[in-house]
């Protein structure tokens, strides 16, 4: 079992930056693939980013892609999000969600096995 708690979120103008967390429980934290979603209001829920156990492979949507970097300290079981020149259309609550595949970092929110409970970050422009 994988508990999972974002923070970070928060109002900001466009062009500004943002850092998630997302602190996780349990001692294999570092056997998960970790993502972050978000979802806008009225909008499915979509991939932002993805990080396998290691944190040697990374995947972005092309929406977040040379702003957003994700990293993960398994010493302290934390996975962060980066946002830098953030834009409007970033407005959303942010999951953090785990998987329990070492190298496995699907798009689709089904497939993943714990989800927290979402940040908010809005981007006034």
């Known amino acids: 079992q994988v508990q999972l708690v974002e923070s970070g979120g928060g109002l900001v103008q466009a062009g500004g930056s943002l850092r998630l967390s997302c602190a996780a429980s349990?001692?294999?934290?570092?056997?998960?693939?970790m993502g972050w979603f978000r979802q806008a209001p009225g909008k499915v829920r979509e991939f932002v980013s993805g990080?396998?156990?290691?944190?040697?492979?990374?995947y972005y949507a092309d929406s977040v892609k040379g702003r957003f970097t994700i990293s993960r300290d398994n010493a302290k079981n934390t996975v962060f999000l980066q946002m830098n020149s953030l834009k409007p259309e970033d407005t959303a609550v942010y999951y953090c969600?785990?998987?329990?595949?070492?190298?496995?970092?699907?798009?689709?929110?089904?497939?993943?096995?714990?989800w927290g409970q979402g940040t908010q970050v809005t981007v006034s422009s």
């Open positions: 990080i396998i156990w290691s944190g040697g492979t990374t």
């Open positions: 349990g001692r294999t934290f570092s056997t998960y693939a």
């Open positions: 969600a785990a998987i329990s595949k070492w190298t496995l970092v699907p798009r689709r929110v089904s497939e993943y096995d714990y």
